[in-house]
């Protein structure tokens, strides 16, 4: 079983709110991901870390912004959630090696009104 | 480009029946090759993995042969069951180095 958490699982917030989708994982894993997931499931790499300090922008343009300040914690933030950043956000992390599995959270289902 | 495409869905079998959901590839080198599994309300977790040519992945029943002369990991099984219901994720990675790339995923149905 994968030892990364995620939370809140769900939250329902109003637009203009400031917002903070935690994710942790305890497998010491130097590689973590954001996805964005859209209501027809296809996946949206948005943001990704290979270190402490190391963050890159993914394939989707996002407004999120993350921080990588510990191995184990890897958190992202809307400084202004709008109606359109209603998803299903995962997070996922791994190790070093190419075949190496990648372990993935159990999402945060955001709804903003 | 480096990409990876799955047949669309939904499928919708009978229990018991014999399940394919096609993937191909394209990318440079050798790429690990990946099927992840996502039942409702949660996240992916891996189903299986081959990591060079010719390997054959299997987990609960599910297989899936790596092959590099026609770019394909198939998945497959012999007789789906009602809890195998949920949505199949291809997935490929050329090296530690770069992320994972999925394809757009395919929601199976078993009926009972």
């Known amino acids: 079983e994968a030892d990364i958490y995620q939370t809140p699982r769900y939250l329902v917030i109003g637009t203009g709110k400031k917002i903070t989708l935690e994710c942790s994982q305890t497998?010491?894993?130097?590689?973590m991901y954001w996805y964005q997931q859209d209501p027809g499931m296809e996946l949206h790499l948005i943001h990704y870390s290979y270190g402490v300090n190391s963050t890159e922008k993914g394939d989707l343009s996002s407004e999120s912004t993350v921080s990588r300040i510990r191995t184990e914690h890897f958190p992202l933030t809307l400084e202004s959630a709008r109606p359109s950043h209603t998803s299903q956000y995962l997070c996922?992390?791994?190790?070093?090696?190419?075949?190496?599995?990648?372990?993935f959270g159990p999402g945060t289902r955001l709804t903003v009104l | 480009g480096n990409s990876v495409t799955q047949m669309e869905g939904p499928v919708t079998l009978s229990e018991e029946a014999f399940l394919t959901i096609n993937c191909t590839y394209t990318a440079t080198g050798y790429p690990s090759l990946f099927w992840y599994v996502q039942y409702p309300g949660e996240g992916l977790q891996l189903l299986l993995k081959?990591?060079?040519?010719?390997d054959k992945g299997s987990n609960k029943g599910f297989e899936a042969t790596y092959r590099k002369e026609t770019t394909s990991f198939h998945l497959e099984k012999g007789s789906v069951q009602v809890s195998d219901s949920a949505v199949y994720f291809c997935a490929r990675r050329n090296s530690g180095n770069t992320p994972l790339v999925f394809g757009k995923g395919t929601r199976l149905s078993v009926i009972a």
């Open positions: 996922a992390s791994t190790g070093t090696s190419g075949t190496d599995t990648q372990y």
């Open positions: 081959a990591t060079k040519a010719d």
């Open positions: 497998m010491g894993h130097d590689k």
